[in-house]
T-cell receptor, first 114, second 118 residues
Framework: ETGVTQSPTHLIKTRGQQVTLRCSSQ?????VSWYQQALGQGPQFIFQ???????GRGNFPPRFSGLQFPNYSSELNVNALELDDSALYLC?????????????FGPGTRLTVT | AQTVTQSQPEMSVQEAETVTLSCTYD???????LFWYKQPPSRQMILVIR??????QNATENRFSVNFQKAAKSFSLKISDSQLGDAAMYFC???????????????FGKGTTLSVSS
């Protein structure tokens, strides 16, 4: 069974640019959640996708957007990058929306904005 | 809104000893899930243990156990017989059981860095 994978591993972008991060969910999982983890902090929820629709959103501006595809993989897009967007971006997949389903995390994408 | 607080930024323990990591949370819900996650320096977040709020019995997973005090909104993690591989950042997290404005997001504390010495 393949776990959650994310690409790329590392990324360096310049302020004002746009970036796309990718996540492949674990087999059989239809829900993907994205989190931003600043250095030395706990992850902060960005948004969640269930069966290709955004199902919940944290306190992030609209320049953070996402997609979920029919195979339940997902993308996180960030426009107009700011220095504070530098962080580890984690995605997690689960079998369903209910809180009892375990979220399995990917290894993350380290984004550096200069 | 729910919040999770971990008041110990760093903790240390010697091999084979026992350590307890603290976590408090705030919620108005009566049913929810609580989790402890481990994040080693390699970054991948791993679930250590989970507790359903409706269960009075404290969860146990091998050397890991929790002390869940629902009235006090406290959820501590005890690691027994500590091993070098336990060194990591540990996060306490809360999750609502049903969908709300934030879906069924995990709400994390700021974490506790645990170091283990030989």
């Amino acid at each position: 069974e393949t776990g959650v994978t994310q690409s790329p591993t590392h990324l360096i972008k310049t302020r004002g640019q746009q970036v796309t991060l990718r996540c492949s969910s674990q087999s059989g999982h239809n829900t993907v959640s994205w989190y931003q983890q600043a250095l030395g902090q706990g992850p902060q929820f960005i948004f969640q996708y269930y069966r290709e629709e955004e199902n919940g959103r944290g306190n992030f501006p609209p320049r953070f957007s996402g997609l979920q595809f029919p195979n339940y993989s997902s993308e996180l897009n960030v426009n107009a990058l700011e220095l504070d967007d530098s962080a580890l971006y984690l995605c997690a997949s689960s079998q369903g929306l209910a809180g009892g389903y375990e979220q399995y995390f990917g290894p993350g994408t380290r984004l550096t904005v200069t | 809104a729910q919040t999770v607080t971990q008041s110990q930024p760093e903790m240390s323990v010697q091999e084979a000893e026992t350590v307890t990591l603290s976590c408090t949370y705030d919620t108005s819900e009566s049913d929810y899930y609580l989790f402890w996650y481990k994040q080693p320096p390699s970054r991948q977040m791993i679930l250590v243990i989970r507790q359903e709020a409706y269960k009075q019995q404290n969860a146990t997973e091998n050397r890991f156990s929790v002390n869940f005090q629902k009235a006090a909104k406290s959820f501590s993690l005890k690691i027994s017989d500590s091993q070098l591989g336990d060194a990591a950042m540990y996060f306490c997290a809360y999750r609502t059981p049903t969908v709300n404005q934030a879906g069924t997001a995990l709400i994390f504390g700021k974490g506790t860095t645990l170091s283990v010495s030989s």
